[in-house]
């Protein structure tokens, strides 16, 4: 929405200056293209939940409780009001709400 409107007006004002070229800045393409995330640290498929190795390290949560790769977990959370409509995390997972959080990762070879 923002992004089209800063384009949009770029496009008018480069209509106005007289200047035809069709220069797209960069700054106003949107990045929000979804990359393959596999190499950003997250665990494999079928690690035992709660090992060392159910870890995402993008989100510094259980890759086993971590919604954000996981959206399917969302409404299991939903379900045990441990869910935080305004930042759309677990509440337990909620650092913004709630600062004191840590979420430790398990120590290997448990
Ligand atoms: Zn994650
Ligand atoms: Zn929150």
């Known amino acids: 929405m ?3 409107s800063i384009l949009f007006l770029s496009l008018a004002l480069g209509t106005i200056s007289g200047c035809s070229k069709e220069e797209a800045p960069s700054k106003a393409a949107p990045t929000s293209e979804k990359k393959e995330s596999a190499e950003k640290g997250h665990a494999p498929t079928g690690v035992k939940p709660g090992s060392h190795e159910d870890w995402c390290s993008e989100h510094e949560v259980p890759e086993s409780q971590c919604t954000r790769c996981n959206p399917d977990l969302i409404p299991a ?3 045990t009001n441990d869910w935080c409509p305004e930042h759309g995390l677990p509440e337990s997972q909620c650092k913004i709400c709630n600062p ?4 430790k990762r398990p120590p290997k070879g448990s």
Not at 100 to 103: A, G, H, M, Q
């Open 2 to 4: 923002f992004a089209r």
């Open 77 to 79: 959370f939903k379900a």
């Open 100 to 103: 004191e959080i840590v979420i």
